[in-house]
């Protein structure tokens, strides 16, 4: 039995041993291996790789992903024409010299996020303090970010270099800070307002202006119509007064008769009028009489 135990033991402490000695690199990280506190080998390959237990050498892990630092400052900066605004911007970086990253930044990706957001708030605040607020939001701002970019860069890259590498800079946001909003949007909304009256009164205008040539297009075209119809007209009574005149050049006593009718049609032009004749005296009687003494002289 105390052979036994003795082998199981045994087993125990070399699997205790073999797995401490052991350890897995994963293709997203780097594999910083320590002996008693001093680097001894930086593994940037995946793999199985075996070093002495602990505490003779230990394994620290580092990520060697693109790493995105975002930076929604709420400290305001000046533009060139003393306006404060806010920036919101992001950093796209990674780590490409463990070592060197180790020895003078820190150990882990939170002390170079912080050393980094440092460098690039004040490559910010440079850039800015060189253009306005209109550049800002214009095609310059690509030169910004390249600017910004560039000057990080430099500084990560000096004489001591950081071991990391900045890949993009980019702005998300540019605003007023919050003290001067407010009296932004109301001078905003002023012009609107300006430029929306200014428009209603051209509207205006130019309606009055397309009413005054309509008016004046539709009594030319009255006009216009009035004096064909006259013309017309015109001719139409000169044709009807030659027809009634060779009509009534062909029988005189009828056209006589004819226009005794139409005075008095004309005499009874109301329902209610009323017209004492006498008979005997009348040449409207004397006609009907002469016209009926001839019918029955015919028959």
Do not use: C
């Not at 930086?42 to 975002?70: A, E, H, M, S, W």
């Not at 005054?212 to 009807?240: H, N, P, S």
């Not at 009718?261 to 009687?285: C, I, N, Q, T, W």
């Amino acid at each position: 039995m105390n052979r036994i135990g003795f082998a199981i033991s045994t087993l125990l402490l070399v699997f205790v041993l073999a797995s401490a000695s052991m350890f897995v690199v994963d293709q997203r990280q780097y594999g910083v291996v320590y002996s008693l506190g001093q680097i001894k080998e930086v593994i940037t390959k995946p793999g199985l790789y075996f070093k002495l237990p602990p505490p003779l050498q230990n394994v620290r892990y580092i990520d060697k992903r693109l790493l995105t630092l975002d930076g929604s400052e709420t400290e305001s900066m000046l533009t060139a024409e003393k306006q404060r605004v806010v920036i919101d911007w992001y950093v796209r970086w990674r780590i490409s010299d463990p070592l060197e990253y180790i020895r003078n930044v820190g150990l882990d990706e939170g002390a170079g996020s912080l050393q980094l957001n440092r460098v690039v708030r004040n490559a910010f605040q440079e850039e800015v303090n060189r253009r306005t607020v209109r550049e800002l939001l214009s095609d310059q701002r690509d030169a910004l970010m390249a600017d910004v970019k560039r000057e990080v860069l430099e500084a990560v890259r000096g004489g001591k270099p950081w071991g990391m590498d900045v890949v993009d800079v980019r702005i998300t946001r540019v605003d007023y800070v919050e003290s001067i909003t407010e009296s932004v949007y109301r001078r905003m909304e002023a012009e609107r307002k300006r430029v929306a009256n200014e428009l209603r009164s051209t509207g205006v205008a130019e309606g009055e202006k397309i009413r005054a040539e309509a008016d004046r297009q539709r009594e030319v075209i009255l006009a216009g119509a009035y004096r064909d119809a006259q013309k017309v007209k015109g001719e139409g009574d000169a044709q009807a007064t030659r027809i009634y005149g060779e009509a009534f050049g062909r029988d005189p006593q009828f056209a006589q008769f004819y226009r005794s009718l139409e005075a008095y049609r004309a005499s009874f032009d109301g329902k209610h009028d009323v017209m004492v004749l006498d008979p005997s005296g009348s040449e409207f009687f004397k006609a009907m009489r002469g016209a009926s003494g001839s019918g029955s002289g015919r028959n």
